[in-house]
């Protein structure tokens, strides 16, 4: 008999499915599709996409005086977030092994494709490979830590939290010392080699 949990998560799944299926319709009316992760517009599309292009002269004197003197500070974290980007890598290769947990491929988080639209500029292309390669980074950095927390403390906290990885919901309740044993295993079977099987975690 499934738990209350498990039917959530269930209904969950579900709707991500219907979510993706929009996603597919949504490709077909903007007339793309995918080829080996590239995106492949139409050629009558492209040609109507780069109308809407604001030249790069014009973009510049759009824009506001303080905008431009944060740029430095927003493109300065590229720094830091390299090196989360290595270290946790590094971080995964070394010890996931040793515990058998199954590795994250970096490659289904960090998605650098708006640069292909054609209505986009050098400056704004520039600014979408930053964005998309900053946060497909953190949703990979947090998926490394949720196997990570699933493996050694999957218990929930006391008081609710901002937002929780995929793999938070089937924690063990806060307080729950009988249950803490069989829910410490079967979290780690969840995020081990044999538990994943090369299949995506749980949403």
């Known amino acids: 008999m499934p738990t209350a949990t498990e039917k959530l998560l269930a209904r969950i799944r579900v709707l991500q499915d219907e979510l ?11 007339r793309y599709r995918l080829e080996n ?5 139409e050629s009558e599309i492209r040609r109507h996409h780069r109308e809407f292009r604001v030249r790069l002269g ?7 005086p303080m ?12 720094l830091p977030f390299v090196l989360l980007d290595l270290f946790v890598t590094l971080y995964q290769r070394i ?18 494709d708006r640069h292909h639209l054609a209505y986009l500029n050098g400056l704004q292309k520039l600014n979408c490979i930053y964005c998309g390669y900053c946060n497909g980074l ?10 990570t927390e699933a493996y050694w403390c999957p218990i929930k906290h006391a008081a609710r939290v901002g937002a929780h990885h995929a ?10 010392a ?26």
């Not at 905008?67 to 590229?78: E, G, Q």
């Not at 793999?167 to 729950?176: N, R």
Request: proline fraction near 4%; glycine fraction near 10%.
């Open 178 to 203: 009988e249950g803490f044993g069989a829910g410490l295993q079967a979290s780690r079977k969840q995020i081990t080699q044999a538990g994943l099987s090369g299949i995506s975690p749980p949403e």
């Open 37 to 41: 992760d590239r995106v492949v517009f």
């Open 138 to 147: 953190i949703g990979y950095v947090q998926e490394v830590a949720g196997r």
């Open 167 to 176: 793999y938070y919901a089937q924690f063990v309740d806060y307080g729950d």
């Open 58 to 64: 014009t973009f510049l004197r759009q824009t506001r």
């Open 20 to 30: 993706e299926q929009e996603f597919t319709r949504r490709r077909a009316q903007f």
């Open 95 to 112: 010890c996931f092994p040793v515990y058998g947990i199954a590795r994250v491929k970096r490659a289904d988080f960090i998605r650098i």
């Open 67 to 78: 905008v431009v003197l944060t740029a430095p500070v927003i493109y300065s974290l590229i």
